[in-house]
């Protein structure tokens, strides 16, 4: 399915003497450009270079990161073979950890994948298998686990796994289900790293919107923490068809920048803006949301792995 969409990725630098960034912020007055170039089936697994070519074509730009899901129904081995192929393309992989049940399905609970599952250690040979393979990558990648982790399409959200009761799990005035998933995040980070990944910036990715509504549901109680964090993102849909109100996405965007500081609770750290817009373009940069545009793209440097980077963005306006 493809829609018409405007989004905004905010990225902020979590802590930056706290762990290595793999993936720096572009200089001043520049951006990173990058893509989720499409799939067929919707499980946004089977991207192919011809893709990331013809989008490249049109935009007449070369991307610097390139998005896709790792869909652990079908493989939970590291996906090498998309990997390299996107390091060969001269951009930096961007994968999305995808913990879910081949029967996953939008609005219902992810039980084969559990939170509480991967708090108990149940996946932790496959992570650690996954670890040590990224690790052997040896060149820059970025992963993202609980893709908009506050919107209740995704079953890793915090009303399948206790919702605001605070009697079942961790400090009795947190709402559990968001305490699970901070733990679960946190579980996965420490067995990758701990496997020897250490070429990895984690992404939190969350929603504009909070669904459901609810204080306990809010962007802050999901944060995993500034020492699992190199940026956080937060997709904002705009029109998704021609009756939609057109400011829409920016009026959300706004408003998610504002609440950034309080999602960290620090408000220090520079933040990092990536721009989707109409199609499948993204771009990033350490600029405030009203500099976004207009400015030169930064081209990607020689890697270690024999990869140009670091990266740019990416792209992925359906909730699958």
Same mark, same amino acid.
């Given at each position: ?121 149940? /996946?932790?040979?496959?992570? =650690? &298998?996954? +670890? ?5 990558? %040896?060149?820059?990648? #970025? *992963? ?24 079942? /799990?961790?400090?009795?005035? =947190? &709402?559990? +289900? ?5 733990? %679960?995040?946190?579980? #996965? *980070? ?131």
């Amino acid at each position: 399915m493809t829609k018409t969409t405007f989004a905004l990725l905010a990225c902020l630098a979590a802590c930056a003497t706290a762990l290595g960034q793999p993936i720096p912020a572009p200089g001043a007055g520049r951006f990173y450009h990058g893509c989720y170039p499409g799939g067929i089936t919707g499980e946004e697994d089977d991207i192919t270079v011809r893709d990331v070519q013809n989008y490249e074509k049109v935009v007449g730009q070369n991307v610097a990161w390139v998005y896709f899901s790792n869909n652990w129904y079908a493989s939970r081995r590291f996906p090498v073979e998309t990997a390299t192929w996107i390091r060969k393309h001269g951009a930096v992989p961007y994968i999305r950890l995808m913990l879910r049940s081949r029967n996953h399905a939008m609005g219902k609970p992810e039980k084969g994948f559990a939170l509480q599952s991967i708090i108990d250690g149940k /996946f932790d040979s496959d992570l =650690k &298998a996954w +670890g040590r393979a990224a690790g052997a990558f %040896a060149s820059p990648l #970025i *992963v993202e686990y609980g893709t908009e982790a506050n919107g209740e399409w995704f079953g890793w959200n915090g009303k399948f796994h206790g919702e605001n009761k605070k009697d079942g /799990f961790g400090d009795p005035f =947190k &709402a559990d +289900g968001p305490e699970r998933f901070v733990a %679960a995040y946190r579980h #996965i *980070v420490d067995t990758v790293r701990g496997a020897g990944a250490d070429n990895i910036a984690w992404v939190f990715h969350l929603d504009a919107s909070q669904s459901p509504e609810a204080a306990w549901n809010r962007f802050e109680n999901y944060y995993p923490g500034s020492d699992y964090v190199q940026w956080i993102g937060v997709s904002c849909y705009g029109p998704q068809k021609p009756t939609d109100d057109a400011g829409s996405g920016q009026r959300r965007a706004g408003t998610s920048f504002s609440e950034l500081p309080e999602t960290t609770r620090r408000g220090t750290d520079p933040i990092r803006t990536m721009t989707h817009t109409k199609g499948n373009s993204c771009c990033a940069g350490n600029l405030s949301p009203a500099h976004v545009g207009g400015r030169r793209s930064q081209r990607p440097r020689q890697d270690r792995g024999g990869a140009r980077s670091p990266a740019r963005a990416r792209r992925s306006r359906k909730r699958y």
